[in-house]
């Protein structure tokens, strides 16, 4: 049972863990956060007690946890679904990939190097593709170990939930692939995506981007550039839609189609003062 050693965890993301599930309603909050906590114990030990600052920062994950609680409890969805986004939160980003940042490409076009701009934009799609497909297979290995190891001896996911759980994390990028995903009508991928995107806007996000850069945390400019320049992603997403005349009942003028998603969003904007 080398992948359940808690020792390994350091107790501050165990914290960061245990205070997101106060948004839980009563009735399912100690179930799920005892299967949170035993799949991301899970997690550290089989991934991130490995992660490079290259790759994301530790603490992504619970991020992406925390707003998938609040988003799946306004959805109201059912205790299984909650099951399912919470084990996708965890295990959709386990598959390391070499980032192409956005921000080299839009360069590479303010240049007038089209060319080399489309090519690593093809580049960074099967990238994308790669990470999907090898975070997919991840999350099936993972919640089958946790069923093998669950010392309760009851099935914590059920073989449907596990299907289900990997063909979310297989699609859970496909957006920055140009592919239309997830639509509103799915709104257990809706609520996986949007808790997901918005992790650019939280202030690790921001600084793991920065660092990315090799640019000065210290700097307040900094900060402030690289908000702007991931606002862009959101953007760019709309777009997509847009570009296609599909009207997906987004709120307002922005990517988001969840009550919820937008009020995280919104209060981003005002945290940044934008």
Not at 83 to 90: D, H, P, Q, T
Not at 122 to 148: F, S
């Amino acid at each position: 049972m080398e992948n359940l050693n808690i020792d390994n965890v350091p107790s501050y993301l165990l914290n960061i863990l245990s205070n997101s599930f106060s948004q839980v309603n009563e009735k399912e909050r100690n179930s799920l956060m005892d299967i949170s906590k035993m799949m991301f114990i899970y997690l550290y030990n089989r991934y991130l007690l490995f992660r490079s600052s290259e790759d994301n920062r530790k603490e992504h994950e619970l991020i992406v946890l925390s707003n998938v609680l609040k988003i799946s409890e306004k959805m109201e969805l059912n205790y299984s679904d909650k099951k399912i986004a919470i084990a996708v939160s965890l295990f959709h980003d386990t598959c390391f990939i070499k980032r192409i940042m956005e921000e080299e490409i839009r360069k590479l076009e303010e240049k007038g190097s089209i060319k080399e701009a489309n090519l690593l934009r093809e580049k960074k799609k099967d990238q994308r593709r790669d990470h999907m497909k090898g975070g997919a297979k991840n999350t099936k290995e993972a919640l089958e170990y946790i069923n093998k190891i669950n010392p309760h001896g009851w099935t914590i996911f059920t073989d449907k939930e596990i299907e289900r759980s990997e063909k979310i994390v297989l699609k859970h990028d496909l957006i920055k692939t140009d592919e239309l995903y997830p639509k509103r009508i799915n709104t257990l991928e809706l609520c996986c995506h949007e808790s997901d995107i918005l992790w650019p806007l939280h202030p690790i996000g921001v600084s793991a981007d920065i660092e990315r850069y090799g640019k000065d945390i210290n700097e307040k400019e900094n900060w402030t550039n690289q908000v702007k320049e991931n606002l862009k992603l959101f953007d760019d997403m709309r777009k997509k839609y847009d570009k296609k005349n599909v009207d997906d009942r987004f709120i307002e003028k922005t990517y988001f189609r969840t009550e919820e998603g937008h009020r995280i969003f919104s209060n981003w904007l005002k945290f940044w003062n934008l």
